[in-house]
């Protein structure tokens, strides 16, 4: 179950409703969906994928998705450092960002239009959709294991667009 965080308030929450209700006004949308599939952590994309087709198929149908793929880290992949690195710096996307955590976890850092800053601490289960152009960097700290499905309409549209703001250098560890 998720975990919002406010770094200036210090403040976390981790009741869905309120979460929920704090990231709705931002068009961002989180649920809980089932992620009890046994995977292990070196299991294949297509495996994955496979486990987890009875609740993505009828989502990218009904939402007009037209792929998904797999992000599959843990402490022993190779490169990970460069791995994380790359997510760190904020960025945008020319589509929405849909991502279905089914194993470990990983922290979204969002920096909204008010200037407002929050992280969301993502867990198995946890199904994330974030608005194209919303300012956000990804963490695999601390935990360096996470696997999540992301889900596309366009490959094209997560290439990541770097602010350069250099904000995320005042709230990354």
């Known amino acids: 179950m998720a975990t919002l965080y406010n770094p200036h308030t210090k403040e976390s929450i981790e009741d869905l409703k309120v979460i929920q209700n704090i990231l709705r006004p931002y068009g961002v949308m989180l649920e809980n969906w089932q992620a009890n599939a046994i995977l292990s952590k070196d299991s294949t994309q297509e495996e994955i994928l496979k486990a987890y087709a009875h609740e993505l198929q009828p989502f990218m149908e009904k939402n007009g998705f037209q792929t998904a793929d797999v992000i599959n880290v843990h402490p022993q992949t190779e490169n990970i450092l460069a791995i994380r690195e790359k997510f760190m710096k904020e960025h945008t996307h020319s589509e929405d ?4 955590f089914v194993d ?14 929050l992280s969301l601490t993502c867990r198995a289960g ?6 194209k152009n919303y300012r956000h960097w990804f963490d695999l700290h601390p935990k360096y294991n996470v696997k999540a499905i992301r889900i596309f309409s366009n490959m094209e549209g997560w290439t990541p667009n770097y602010t350069n703001s250099g904000i995320d250098k005042d709230f990354n560890p």
Request: proline content about 4%; overall charge negative.
């Open 126 to 131: 946890d199904f994330l959709s974030v608005p």
């Open 97 to 100: 960002e849909v991502r279905f």
């Open 104 to 117: 470990g976890e990983g922290i979204f850092w969002f920096h909204f239009d008010n200037d407002d800053v």
